[in-house]
């Protein structure tokens, strides 16, 4: 028998915290980032192990390799793989009309704070929305709750590769509450359909008798 996974006891102030440090892992690693790591490594060591130690992953990753081949890295994967795609409403609509409208509920939600983003920034980026969330926790989770099936199937791509910042987004769902049976159908069907407008799937993926396998490894 499945064992039932525990539920996460996060303080709010820990939630915010790791929301805050998984943002700034999912940017590039500029000079910056590079620069912050000893900071950001004192706020993951005061996580729980099942949201910081995913973090701590990515982290090493960044101390121990050469910037030039991080920053390849990064773009090879987040730049040129739409299925490691950042961008959450591509999951549920693709490149079809419906992800305008999906766009500007974000923009409608931040708005609602008194954050307006810059034309620059597309609102449903996950490091803009982990950022948001740091600051506006129930409208942050609600939203990234929303776009779970997005978040787990980009998670599940990244363990295929191999992935370093693959921590970031186990941790991230280590976050969020634990899948139910209609979050882990839409997880499987994004799998074997992939977005509208796509004509494949987002293959290589586990296909979907496998997917109790991300509900399992939850602390």
Do not use: C, N
């Not at 090493?60 to 950042?86: C, I, M, N």
């Not at 409208?139 to 787990?152: C, D, F, S, T």
């Not at 295929?160 to 941790?171: I, M, R, Y």
Request: aromatic share 8%; net charge negative.
């Amino acid at each position: 028998m499945r064992r039932k996974p525990a539920k996460l006891d996060l303080e709010d102030t820990q939630r915010a915290a790791a929301w805050q440090v998984q943002s700034l892992l999912l940017g590039y690693p500029d000079e910056a980032l590079l620069d912050s790591l000893p900071m950001l490594a004192r706020a993951v060591s005061a996580l729980p192990e099942a949201v910081g130690a995913p973090l701590q992953r990515v982290l090493s990753y960044l101390e121990t390799t050469l910037p030039l081949a991080a920053a390849t890295d990064y773009v090879d994967t987040f730049d040129h793989r739409k299925r490691f795609s950042p961008y959450l409403t591509w999951f549920l609509y693709g490149d079809t009309r419906k992800r305008g409208m999906a766009l500007l509920r974000f923009k409608q939600v931040y708005r609602a704070e008194g954050l307006v983003l810059g034309d620059e920034e597309l609102s449903d980026h996950l490091a803009v929305v982990l950022e948001f969330a740091s600051a506006h926790p129930v409208p942050g989770q609600q939203l990234l709750v929303e776009h779970r099936a997005g978040i787990e199937v980009m998670r599940m791509g990244l363990r295929e590769s191999a992935s370093p910042w693959t921590g970031v987004l186990d941790s991230v769902s280590a976050t969020l509450p634990v899948l139910h049976g209609t979050e882990r159908e839409a997880v499987a069907k994004l799998i074997a359909a992939g977005p509208p407008g796509e004509d494949v799937g987002l293959e290589p993926f586990a296909p979907p008798t496998d997917m109790p396998e991300f509900v399992a490894d939850r602390r």
